[in-house]
């Protein structure tokens, strides 16, 4: 089978390996959609996260059980399945709370182990959902960046009164637009990417804008920054009114330089997120199914494997016009 490995920065090469195969509660997935997060190019430019080179990376997709292990109960081959990628160790405080999203061992598939950029991959079944129906493949693909907005959103704690500011506008940006917009009054999205924040008129922002707003009759009651960066973290801290909430959904790849006395005169609540729970992947689902949540408009690109580092490049461009890109390793 086609696989997308990691071989070192910017060095991404596809290779032809032998098809998995399962062992006891393993499943065997037959890739149909799976999209490239913004972990993986912190991975390509970087090489932040993964353990093992090479390795097949990827960790959102969404596929059809093919075989399933001996002593597997919960699926069987023809289930459509989405993968909850996460690894962790299973026994420490948090993991025995359901919190293995703050697990100090989390990992990943496609970082730890092998992950989704290939025709196939076997996970244990306790890392699989079941999908309804009603779901198609390709919206599946987007389950688990939406878990990560469905967290952040509920991290925010947001209330139906509240401005909300979105900085960064990709993925998780716009994902969390969705998730927000039921929830709060008005909400700004600020990115640098025409394209990108047209998408997010489109998806209900009632205020865009390519610099972050610097007056205090522009400040709202929460920011979710999903940059990761210095001035988008400065830009935060600004942009809140006194008594406001931060929420860092954004990974950085360096160490950044912030003045703190905003958050002290300000009187700042800033709360991390990390991946997500089970719930919010459960929750995900059951949003994207009923149609409460449609992620479509945010599907840019379909490419098959073989076309990675030419969507790796596009990506990690300075100013991407194109959002979520998914390959489609089976061909579906
Ligand atoms: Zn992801
Ligand atoms: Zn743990």
Known sequence: MLAVRYYGIRDVRIEVLPRPVCGPKEVLVKVAYAGICGSDL?????????????????????????????????FKPG?????????????????????ENICPELSFIGEICPGCFAEYLVLNEEHLLKLPSSLELDRAALIEPLAVALHAAGKAGLSSRETLGIIGAGPVGLLTLLAARPLV??????????????????????RVAQTLPEEPSEQVDVVIEAVGAEATLKGALKLLKPGGRLILAGLYEESVLVDPNPILEKELKIYGINAYERLDLEKAVQAAASGQVDVTPLISRILPLKSAAEAF??????????????FNPAGF
């Open 313 to 326: 490049e596009l990506l990690t461009s300075p100013a991407p016009d194109v959002l979520k890109i998914l």
């Open 42 to 74: 912190h991975i390509y430019r970087k090489g932040m996260f993964v353990s093992t080179v090479p390795e097949t990376m990827g960790h959102e997709f969404s596929g059809v059980v093919e075989e399933v292990g001996p002593g597997v109960t919960g």
């Open 79 to 99: 289930d459509h399945v989405v993968g909850d990628p996460r690894v962790a160790c299973g026994s420490c405080p948090w993991c025995r709370q359901g919190k």
């Open 185 to 206: 009054e008005q909400i700004l999205v600020v990115d640098r990417a025409p394209v990108r924040l047209e998408l997010a008129r489109r998806l209900g922002a009632d």
